[in-house]
């Protein structure tokens, strides 16, 4: 169980006291409390492997898949172990099937991994749904190493069951710097100039540079060791889901995709089997209730890093 830590006033992580963290937990769903849609915006506490077959058919709009990568990382009271490929492949290809039914034909798939095993889940992807691009983004942080280059990038697969889909493209625009702003008979040419400088708003890329991963002064931060930052699974979000809209993660970890989901108005299921991450999710979406800013996303606008004082005094 979880144990609430003593941090200085400006860390804003997420601690629960073993108290908080059952009665939290008790607010998620059990695998023999499923019945009729009672799963709808809702925690399961389970093994996802569990969960799957229980789950009704082309329910999801929208996928967020963020397995364990295959590294050697603990999780809270579990550790998951370094597989050979052929494993690996072999645990990606159940979780592919075991929620396959539960996807409607215009559904997109979103699914999060690392460079080693990124080539790997796109061919099994690639067997089960079409593939319409990679998206690489930049960690910002990742450890030093002596004989190799650091590695601060990760992938995530974009892919759909058909060739009907939901992408908002006007929904996740970001908003850069001019460097040269260009006029036209004195006036700025697909650029404005506000208070906080000179901005123009630009289509994206499969290339993310703007995303921090959380960090001890932001509300959303808690221990869990690969936390995804809301602000990447909003342009997910944004970009291929509509309001109203179902959006499931199997692997929720700490929830930051039903946290996301419910702060742009979307309905979510997550599946976590560890307690603890499964409280500290409960947790989260209830302060999602009184606060719904996302870190980087602000007057619906995508902003390059560090760019807005709001930002920083998040």
């Known amino acids: 169980m979880g144990i609430k ?11 629960l006291s073993q108290e908080e963290e059952q009665t939290y937990l008790n607010r998620c769903l059990r695998i023999n409390e499923l019945s009729g849609n009672n799963f709808l915006d809702n925690l399961i506490y389970d093994d996802c492997f569990n969960v799957f077959p229980g789950l009704p058919d082309n329910f999801v709009d929208l996928l967020i898949v963020d397995p ?16 050979n490929s052929e494993s690996y492949e072999d645990f990606t290809r159940k979780w592919i099937k075991g929620l396959q039914h539960t996807l409607k034909k215009t559904a997109s798939i979103y699914v999060c991994c690392d460079w080693k095993t990124s080539i790997l889940i796109a061919k ?19 450890r030093g190493a002596l004989s190799n280059w650091k590695n601060s990038l990760e992938d995530i697969w974009f ?25 036209i008979n004195g006036k700025p040419k697909d650029w404005e100039e506000t208070e906080n400088g000179k901005f123009r708003d630009t289509y994206p890329s499969n290339f993310w540079d703007d995303i921090s991963i959380p960090y001890w002064s932001m509300p959303e931060n808690t221990d869990h060791p690969t936390q995804k930052p809301e602000k990447l699974y909003a342009k997910l979000i944004l970009a291929s889901s509509k309001p109203g809209d179902m959006v499931f993660d199997p692997f929720a970890g ?24 499964c409280s500290l999710a409960a947790k989260r979406l209830e302060m999602a209730d009184s606060d719904r800013a996302i870190q980087g996303y602000i007057d619906s606008v995508f902003w390059e890093r560090n760019s807005l004082k709001e930002q920083k005094q998040r």
Not at 68 to 83: E, G
Not at 124 to 142: A, C, H, S, V, Y
Not at 159 to 182: D, G, L
Request: with cysteine.
């Open 254 to 277: 700490v929830g930051t995709a039903c946290v996301v989901a419910k702060k742009l108005g979307r309905c979510f299921l997550g599946i976590e089997s560890e307690a603890e991450y």
């Open 68 to 83: 364990p990568y295959n590294l050697d990382k603990t999780f809270s009271t579990s550790t998951f172990h370094k597989m």
């Open 5 to 15: 830590k003593e941090h200085a006033g400006r860390n804003r992580t997420i601690y």
């Open 159 to 183: 892919c759909t069951v058909s060739k009907q889909y939901t992408f908002n493209v006007e929904a996740v625009k970001q908003r850069r710097k001019v460097i040269a702003p260009y006029r």
């Open 124 to 142: 099994l992807l690639g067997d089960f749904f079409i593939i319409q691009n990679r998206i690489t983004w930049q960690r910002e942080k990742g």
